[in-house]
C-alpha cells in the first residue's frame, strides 16, 4: 500500500464519513502538493470514480485539476 501525502488526501477526499468540507479541502491540499501524483489522484477522482464522488466534488477537483495542468505545460 502507498504511504505518501498525496495517497491519504486522495483516500480524505473519498472518505464518505468525513465531513464534506473535510473532503474539499483534503482536495485543496492534494492540488497544492503540485506534484505528478497529486495530478494522478486529481485524474482518478474526476474520471475513474466519476460515479462515486458527489457533484459538488467533482466540480472543486476539476477546477484544481486543470489549474495544475496549465502548470505543467
Known sequence: ?????????????????????????AIKRLC???????????NEIIVDRYYLVPDWLKRIAREYYVDLCLEFL
Open 32 to 42: 497544492n502538493c503540485r506534484t505528478e501524483e497529486s495530478l494522478y489522484y486529481l
Open 1 to 25: 500500500m502507498d504511504d505518501s501525502s498525496e495517497y491519504q488526501l486522495y483516500l480524505e477526499a473519498l472518505d464518505e464519513d468525513r465531513s464534506a468540507w473535510g473532503r474539499r479541502t
